[in-house]
């Protein structure tokens, strides 16, 4: 069992930066796929990042946001530089056993992730 607790969310203005922070429970973090998405009202979760050995990114966030690991701390991270406010949305950490078997293809689909965190709220003022 992994339980993610997600934090940092909060209100910026269009052009800042937020971190957001999940921390996991579980004495194997390092062996999780760990995947950030997010979702705003009236709209299906989004994928937003996700790392493995390797780092991947949705279309809409590329070149300004950036996931890292840190498996000491057993925490997942998720760099926001040059919010618009279309990145308004609850985000939220999730996480899924394996490392070397998923592809991008595999990682962008919610349904990859057994385990979620309750989410964290951004909002970008224009």
């Known amino acids: 069992q992994v339980q993610l607790v997600e934090s940092g969310g909060g209100l910026v203005q269009a052009g800042g930066s937020l971190r957001l922070s999940c921390a996991a429970s579980g004495r194997t973090f390092s062996n999780y796929a760990m995947g950030w998405f997010r979702q705003a009202p009236g709209k299906e979760r989004e994928f937003v990042a996700a790392?493995?050995?390797?780092?991947y990114y949705g279309d809409s966030v590329k070149g300004r946001f950036t996931i890292s690991r840190d498996n000491a701390k057993k925490t997942v991270y998720l760099q926001m530089n040059s919010l618009k406010p279309e990145d308004t949305a609850v985000y939220y950490c999730a996480a899924v056993e394996g490392l070397t078997v998923y592809s991008k293809n595999i990682l962008i689909r919610p349904g990859t992730y057994d385990y979620w965190g309750q989410g964290t709220q951004v909002t970008v003022s224009s």
């Open positions: 790392v493995t050995w390797s780092t």
